[in-house]
């Protein structure tokens, strides 16, 4: 027994001196070898007499144990010292610039309308398209503004022809004729897209971005539509509190015909929406005119409903603060960086439109 | 429209203040653009500071004055006043003011070798005094006031209305006064009885020629003998400058002020110059005459013209001529009352391109009955500040007008309005408006008033009642959630989805117009014809756009001149085709210029390339949910491409057009359009020609199968014809054996030393899997040694040892 314990001081020594992975795997040999010293103390169990070897065989597997547990934490130890000082040698400055990442963006105009989209479509409402270029009948005739009215005036035209019958487009309500002639009510559509009018200054661009909406049905009143139209400028403002005045105007496809203004201020040369007592324009609607419906073959007296037009880069342009609406289109690089959005940035209902 | 209140309330009596009228007026309809002073030319004088003064280098007794007239920059006055000096606050004339005193009109100008920019005014000047010393000194009170105006406007407030087209009866004051009597703000005055003496008929012969498309119905006239015409009493002059016009003579401003008070044109000839009688009748070509603007016109034919016995006197109802206009001297007058009809109003104005006052109201509808009343008007006040007698009227008419009807069914209101308000209302408000009622048990039957000749439905009678009431009664409905179809459509969710997906790959979005240069779109116009817009805004934005990169490479340039180097943009809108509805394509364009990295600690510099390109055009088509294994490259793009540099990508071999091409943009247009970039490259990707799949995407995906047995890869490298192709090459591997062959990976190619000179090398990765069993070295031999010869047969390839 004493000669078993003295290999186990006599080792354990041995082992706390400063060592290395070489030299604890020489101990380790020495003791566990196939002729080590403990091995060969196993060997002997043989011999012990019965009495004695139920001790001895406990007493060397402890000793077994504790020898080999400090081989193991040994070596453990020697390796975190060996991978941390090698560690050590690789640290880099980790302030240096990271590698190249393209951040790519969307244009707002593109933001607006996937909001827009976003929220009609949280009523029920589809998406509907038309070319942009467009005859005249539907531009302007099926849309109770015959030649002789002067309410074309109001409307600068492109033409491609010389006898005026295709043109670009001057609002996004061609798009209304076309849903209703292709199809039978009911109805719910917007449709935004590319609008053109041959005008240019500062305030107006030759082409711009409109909204159409359409909801025709047996019995979509007044209501519905002023009901329609609070919901989206508060959805798409982001507000809870919402201004908003319907004004009587003209348009000769809708009758009666309104203009909707919003309440808005001014604070620290931001707008804020929704508040103040100064009145902005900012859509036209109505209930669509019987002739208009009578030209794309729906009955007025069964089927009835509204329409809107409402100006999306103007909307862009409060919601954001953008001042200028010709920068919209020039593609400069620092306005696009600017005001532009990541495209992860998806503007749906149960995230919020913006962040 | 332009007024004043004060000419408002001589036809509408009524309590409220002015504040109260303008909200009155936005509700029912008339939408107020602005209600501000006239402007005054006291406008012109503002308080100012003399921020620095100086000795003028030329001239013993002036000084050099920096004034700051609350602009961001001061101004350099020349000023003679002994007390012009640093710290006064005072009275600044910038050019173009005219000084009170002696009507003088400023305008910048060299004193002895300085330009002085306007004048510092004296009290005389201004005539508040008669101190004519030195300028005005104001106290240090003003220091908030510098850059406003000295002077309190003492002008009338004006009212300006934009009066929708429908709307022909508000462009007068008193059919303002009449919609806000009928929303009950005041009640609309009687309009005086004359006490016009008319002994003598009107003798000049009126004739109306009844011809085809004659654009005059009615003419009404009447003679003025002795008037003797003067410059307008100052009431009537106030009036007329408050509407922003100029005083011209009484006769001419008494039918300008008829005109605007009850919307009623009229014009006024010198009776001694018309030859012997007046004949309204169509012209011929050719026929020509000068106009009140000075300007000749040489006319077409059927334009309604008042004529005589020597020609062409005016264009009805649009402008007067020289040859009978009033003056001055003129002693005996013929004053027209008519009805145009606006369509011919219209169409003569528009080919003759003349817009006045007259023609803006004709063409809109004149009320056919205002002729007398017009005509009553304009002589009472002729005779009063003109004096003279007045004829008996001729009217002259083709056809008695008659009065338009419409049943109202009561009921409608609600339909439309959703609410409801008692018949006994409604009858109120439509007959204020002039509306004459037999009242039935579920309708009205309306006589339209005359004035109205926007109103011909029904719904056009919901409208009047429903904005005399109020919008604000209007309820607002919670918007119901139905929904009768999706929102977007297959081509929609493709558009927002490729939009996002080129954008996140660094790409900024951007939107240009969808006309562009020609010059430009013809280095992009390919096979389609070029469409010209016929009145384009200006030269270089003429045609539209055959693609996207006309604009897309004009504003790249515009970006690189501004010192950007690299740059990428994209835009997904509209190319056209031809000119009728729909024949255009959803395309987006994409260009990117420059390194791919540039000052990169890393990374070597290297130039973007036509496989930057590729990997763009690539990953977008497979992130939208096709397979990158079964899209097919082909070598050929666009000439706007490199011709050697650039592809075009199908989705499948059956497929007639390509979805994309991609590739470095030909060198001849960089140079062309001189864009000094080290490289660029771009990809175009055809929206329309992404073919309807049968299922939809979540639908596509077959079982989940996997195969856990061991995978081997192999590389190989064969020499081969320099024309044939990579994707040959993995073509015949893969279909060597499908179900072991699992991917093929090029990872060299070379060419040059040890290479004939017609011939590369291509070096590829294989990775062979079963899905049955982990294969031996013997089922790999065989696999390999079946690669080698199927390719070395296939395409004349060898192995290279």
Known sequence: MSDIKKIKDEYLNKLDKDQNIESINQIKTELFGKNGIVSNEFKKLGSVSQEERKKFASDLNFIKEELQNKITSKIEEIETKEINLKLENEKVDVTLPERDFKQGKIHPVSQVIDEISSIFSEIGFSVEEGPDVENEYNNFSALNTPDNHPARDMHDTFYLDEKKELLLRTHTSPVQVRTMLKGKPPFKIIAPGRTYRSDSDQTHAPMFHQVEGLHIDKDINMGHLKGCLNYFIKEFFEVDKLKMRFRPSHFPFTEPSAEVDIGYEIKDGKIIIGEGDKWLEILGCGMVHPNVLKNVNVDPSKFQGYAFGIGIDRLGMLKYGINDLRAFFETDYRWLSHFGFDPLDVPSSYRGLSR | ??????????????????????????????????????????????????????????????????????????????????NAKK??????????????????????????????????????????????????????????????????????????????????????????????????????????????NQNFDQDLKVTIKKEKKQGCTIFGSCLIRGVSNKESPQWLKDKIVSLGQKPISAIVDITNYVMIDLNRPLHAYDADKVSKEIIVRNSKKGETFEALDNKKYSLDDNMCVISDHSGVLGLGGIIGGTRSGTELETKNILLESAYFLPRSIRKTSKLLNIDTDAKFRFERGIDPKSIEAGLIKAADLIKEVCGGEVSKFDIQRLEEEKTNKVKFEIFLFEKITGFKIEKKEIIKIISNLGFKINENKESLDLEIPSWRPDITQPIDIVEEIVRIKGYEYIQTLTPEKSRLKPTLNRQQKLFHFLQRSVASKGFYETITWSFTDSKINNLFREKYNEIKIVNPISSDLNVLRNSIF????????????????????????????????????????????????????????????????????????????????????????????????????????????????????????????????????????????????????????????????????????????????????????????????????????????????????????????????????????????????????????????
């Not at chain 2, 005014?121 to 105006?149: F, H, M, N, P, V």
């Not at chain 2, 510099?605 to 096709?626: L, S």
């Not at chain 2, 091409?661 to 247009?669: K, L, S």
């Not at chain 2, 899905?771 to 079946?786: A, G, P, V, Y």
Request: charged share 30%; hydrophobic share 35%; with cysteine.
């Open chain 2, 550 to 801: 006309p604009n897309l490479i004009f504003y790249l340039k515009k970006n690189i001149d501004r010192g950007f180097k690299d740059l990428s943009f994209f835009e997904i809108g509209p190319v056209f085709s031809g000119t009728k509805p729909g024949e255009q394509l959803t395309v987006i364009g994409a260009l990117q210029a420059g390194k791919y990295f540039r000052l990169n600690w890393q990374e070597t510099e290297r130039n973007v390339d036509v496989f930057d390109a590729k990997r763009d055009t690539i990953q977008t088509i497979v992130e939208a949910g096709f397979s990158k294994n079964k899209l097919i490259i082909k070598d050929q793009a666009p000439s706007y491409y490199h011709p050697g540099k650039s592809g075009s990508v199908f989705l499948s071999t059956e497929e007639d057009k390509p979805i994309a091409f991609f590739g470095e943009i030909h060198p001849n247009i960089v140079k062309k359009l001189d864009i000094k970039t080290d490289a660029l490259i771009g990809f175009e990707i055809y929206l329309d020609y992404f073919k309807e799949t049968k299922k939809k995407l979540k639908d596509q995906k077959s079982q989940f199968e996997y195969s856990d047995y061991q995978k081997s890869e192999r590389d190989f490298a064969f020499v081969i014809d320099k024309k044939i192709k990579a994707q040959d090459l993995i073509d015949i591997i893969v279909s060597i054996d499908k179900d072991l062959i699992k991917n093929v990976k090029v990872f060299d190619v070379y060419e040059g030393e040890n290479i004939p000179k017609d011939k590369k090398s291509i070096a590829l990765n294989v990775t062979v899997q079963s899905s049955e069993k982990t294969l031996n070295e013997k089922d790999l031999e065989k696999i390999n040694n079946l690669i080698i010869s199927t390719v070395e047969s296939k395409s004349g390839a060898k192995i290279r040892s």
């Open chain 2, 87 to 196: 710290g006064l606050f005072t009275v600044y004339a910038g050019p173009g003011a005219i000084i009170p005193k002696n009507q003088m009109k400023l305008s910048i100008s060299k004193i002895r070798g300085v330009t002085s920019y306007g004048m510092l005014c004296s009290e005389a000047e201004l005539k508040l005094s008669d101190d004519s010393e030195g300028i005005t000194e104001l106290s240090e009170k003003y220091k908030e006031k510098i850059g406003k105006k000295y002077f309190d406007s003492k002008t009338p407030k004006v009212v300006d209305l934009s009066i929708t087209p429908n709307r022909p009866d508000c462009l007068g004051v008193r059919g303002i006064a009449r919609d806000l009597a009928a929303a009950g703000i005041g009640s609309l005055k009687k309009i005086k009885d004359s006490k016009l």
């Open chain 2, 1 to 82: 429209m332009k007024f004043t209140i004060d000419w408002l309330k001589q036809h509408l009596d009524t309590d409220l203040n002015d504040k109260e009228i303008i909200n009155n007026l936005t509700n029912v309809g008339l939408e107020v653009e602005s209600f501000e002073n006239a402007p005054s030319e006291l406008d012109d004088f503002i308080v100012a500071k003399i921020i620095n003064a100086q000795q003028h280098p030329n001239a013993d007794r002036l000084r050099v004055c920096d004034v700051d007239i609350g602009k961001s920059e001061t101004v350099k006055v020349v000023c003679g006043a002994p």
